[in-house]
């Protein structure tokens, strides 16, 4: 039988041409990934000494992260919100690293309170830190108030991990050199800023808006933070993992997260969306680079031109600082 008699034949309908094409198309998007991915395996900064924080570790993203953190040596703390889900991607973690220097720590990074003592148990236990890898995120809420006032994805995605990082930024300073990564959002250019949002107020917010707006503050956070920080030896920057496949549409009605596993074909996996979170914490070529974003591909970019603006920047530390009482002394 020829070539194309098989090919011809009457069993390949149209459906089998379109599962071709898809297949074929999924192929060149995992090539594609390869290629423009940053080469983890050539980088070979070790960590061992070193202690890294990572929030959300527990699932997607931060999991990937941790793991590879890890293995290179890192005493890494799973900053998670569950302590079931904690425990279980610790021990998998571990299985898969061989690394038996990870701790659990249990933070709830919506709630200020929790950030605080977490903090305080943290610095007890790590006097320096030199990394932390600000992850953990929600998405799919609508106004929602948290029993401190704020608007529960402001401050789980921003208002949480502008406290955390002040809160660590002595120890962050005592390790001499040290970095801060924030994990942001392509979704951050279809955002804007209104510092009311922080407590559930404010011009209202389209159908996850409070996504973008939040990543946007981060990125306005970051610029300023580097700032602030200039001189000190930690370095603050921010990254866009891609669009990936994880938990993050947990929260979304099954319409929404059935698309998203139709088209998740065509995303990045953990592994993957991990790369660009994994080059702004381990790459020699970024020490001393500081303020910055990068895309997804590992390149600067400039952030929206929102979160440019050092008046507004200003301002949202300020309120920041307030609603977070980091100017009370304690
Ligand atoms: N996936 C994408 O396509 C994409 C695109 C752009 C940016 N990102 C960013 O990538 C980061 C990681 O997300 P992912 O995609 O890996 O999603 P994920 O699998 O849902 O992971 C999110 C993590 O954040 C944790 N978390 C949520 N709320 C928390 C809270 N209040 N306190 C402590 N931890 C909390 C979750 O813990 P639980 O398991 O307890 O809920 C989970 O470990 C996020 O910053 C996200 O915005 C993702
Ligand atoms: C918080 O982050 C998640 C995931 O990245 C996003 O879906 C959500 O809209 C964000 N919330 C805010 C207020 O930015
Ligand atoms: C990281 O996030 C923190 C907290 O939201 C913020 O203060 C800081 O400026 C951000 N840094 C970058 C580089 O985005
Ligand atoms: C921020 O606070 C500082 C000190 O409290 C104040 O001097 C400054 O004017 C404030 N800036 C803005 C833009 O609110």
Redesign the pocket.
């Known amino acids: 039988m020829s070539l194309w008699s098989v090919l011809s034949s009457p069993a390949w309908g149209p459906g089998s041409v379109v599962l071709i094409l898809v297949l074929l198309l999924r192929l060149s998007v995992q090539i594609w990934h390869k290629f423009y991915l940053w080469d983890l395996q050539h980088c070979s900064t070790d960590l061992t000494g070193k202690t890294a924080v990572v929030t959300g570790a527990n699932s997607g993203i931060g999991k990937a992260v941790s793991q590879e953190l890890a293995r290179r040596g890192a005493r890494v703390i799973l900053a998670c919100r569950s302590r079931e889900r904690g425990q279980q991607a610790l021990a998998e973690i571990q299985a898969t690293s061989k690394s038996n220097r990870l701790l659990l720590g249990e933070v709830d990074l919506s709630s200020m309170a929790s950030i605080r003592s977490f903090a305080q148990r943290l610095l007890q236990e790590c006097p320096e830190i030199h990394l932390l890898v600000n992850n953990a ?5 609508p106004t929602t108030l948290t029993p401190e006032g704020l ?1 529960l ?2 401050a ?3 208002t949480g991990p502008f406290l955390l990082t002040n809160l660590l930024q002595g120890a962050l300073q005592r390790a001499g050199s040290a970095r801060v990564v924030n ?1 942001s ?1 392509f ?1 951050q250019s279809h ?1 804007y800023i209104d510092e009311d ?1 922080l407590i559930g107020a404010g011009r209202p917010l389209t159908f ?11 990125a306005s956070f970051t610029g300023k933070l580097a700032q602030r920080l200039q001189g000190t030896g930690v370095t603050v920057n921010s990254v866009d993992p891609g669009v990936v496949y994880t938990k ?1 549409m947990k929260h979304f009605s099954w319409s929404y997260r059935f698309l998203f596993w139709l088209l998740s074909f065509f995303f990045k996996d953990s592994k993957q969306g991990a790369v660009p979170v994994l080059y702004l914490s381990l790459a020699k070529e970024l020490d001393g680079v500081s303020g910055k974003h990068f895309s997804s591909s590992c390149v600067i970019t400039l952030p929206p031109e929102a979160a440019q603006d050092p008046h507004v920047a200003q301002s949202l530390w300020n309120t920041s600082v307030r609603l977070t009482n980091l100017d009370k002394v304690d």
Do not use: E, P
Request: glycine share 8%; proline share 0%.
């Open positions: 995120a929600v998405s799919g809420f608007d994805t402001f789980t995605n921003y994990v959002s979704r955002g949002h996850n808006q409070n996504y973008d707006c939040s990543k946007l503050l981060l993050i």
